[in-house]
Nanobody, 121 residues
Framework: VQLQAYGGGLVQAGGSLRLSCAAS????????MGWFRQAPGKEREFVAA????????TYADSVKGRFTISRDNAKNTVSLQMSSLKPEDTAVYYC???????????????WGQGTLVTVSS
């Protein structure tokens, strides 16, 4: 599966932004989808994951209550709605796909190219 993330940009602290990820192929519904982020000088970290049907989600503690992951299997897309953004949310955000439900980046097999989110204070 090929992934392309988009929707990043510059936003003020407290604002909102919606990221989306478009997937190619007809097997999208067979993948767990995740969002990860990587800030300059830091390791890539887990943000959120959503199960194959979308009925189960997991969030990093740092974004819980502020971010919402969703998917549309008919459109082969996964989205990340981000609210109450903080400067520490600044990072390149990646969407990724895996066959098993996971939060570790090493368990994801397919990655999008990343989209930059910058939150100004």
């Amino acid at each position: 599966v090929q992934l392309q993330a988009y929707g990043g940009g510059l936003v003020q602290a407290g604002g909102s932004l919606r990221l989306s990820c478009a997937a190619s192929g007809r097997t999208f519904r067979s993948f767990v989808m995740g969002w990860f982020r990587q800030a300059p000088g830091k390791e890539r970290e887990f943000v959120a994951a959503i199960s194959w049907s979308g009925d189960s989600t997991t969030y990093a503690d740092s974004v819980k209550g502020r971010f919402t992951i969703s998917r549309d299997n008919a459109k082969n897309t996964v989205s990340l709605q981000m609210s109450s953004l903080k400067p520490e949310d600044t990072a390149v955000y990646y969407c990724a796909a895996t066959k098993t439900y996971a939060t570790r980046p090493s368990l994801y097999d397919y990655w999008g190219q990343g989209t930059l989110v910058t939150v100004s204070s």
